[in-house]
């Protein structure tokens, strides 16, 4: 019935003001925002793109997830990964984090640390250029938090990039000036960078490298 009707099983608003609802949508469980998918929608799609991407170059071994969600590119990593590999989480909302295990199975990756925190504050404890691979979707509903878009939040996730590292990041509804901005401070801060968009959702994912 969910190919023909969205059914919803659980909505709700954490303690941190994040308003979720999981459904059944074309056969799968999906997380929800109120106005964007977080996990195992159309977000899916695009962090397919942009991790397959990743993978065409590069055997990541130690990877940084900033934003768990109900844990899409976790899922994508255990299909499209041949090697080993590891993967330390950053979410804030801690019951996003428990949604997540009790909903989307998050406890079957044996290979997963979760940190439950603010991202800001978390990165700057985490070894310097320890990471093959840093996934950015941190996001409030459809918005990317100003703080991503600034120079130092930027430069602290440089830093933790091992060499040869890709930061990838997904953005959406970016406005012109917006993404001028961005791309300046990318500019700034890493040596190089590419961006895909993807072709039905529209999501522009940057690749970008110390």
């Known amino acids: 019935m969910s190919y023909v009707f969205q059914q919803t099983i659980l909505k709700g608003k954490t303690s941190l003001g994040q308003t979720y609802e999981i459904n059944f949508e074309n056969g799968s469980k999906v997380l929800n925002s109120e106005n964007a998918n977080y996990s195992f929608g159309s977000l899916h799609q695009i962090m397919l793109k942009g991790i397959s991407e990743v993978l065409r170059q590069h055997k990541p071994s130690n990877i940084l997830m900033l934003g768990l969600g109900g844990g899409s590119a976790l899922s994508i990593l255990a299909n499209k990964c041949r090697h080993p590999y590891q993967v330390t989480a950053i979410e804030i909302d801690p ?5 997540a295990y009790r909903h ?5 990756y044996h290979n997963l640390r979760v940190i439950k925190g603010n991202v800001t504050e978390e990165i700057k404890h ?3 250029a320890s990471f093959d691979l840093i996934i950015d979707d941190i996001f ?3 918005r990317m938090p100003d703080f991503c878009i600034t120079r130092e939040y930027l430069s602290g996730n440089s830093a933790l990039l091992a060499d040869k590292g890709i930061y990838m990041r997904n953005t959406m509804n970016m406005e012109s000036h917006e993404s001028r901005i961005f791309e300046n ?3 700034e801060v890493f040596s190089g960078f590419y961006s895909r968009t993807h072709s039905e959702h529209l999501n522009k994912i940057y690749f970008c490298f110390r």
Do not use: M, R
Not at 104 to 108: E, N, R, S, V
């Open 126 to 128: 985490l070894p310097a």
């Open 185 to 187: 401070c990318l500019s």
């Open 140 to 142: 409030w509903d459809n």
């Open 95 to 99: 019951e996003l984090v428990d949604i």
């Open 104 to 108: 989307f199975d998050l406890g079957k």
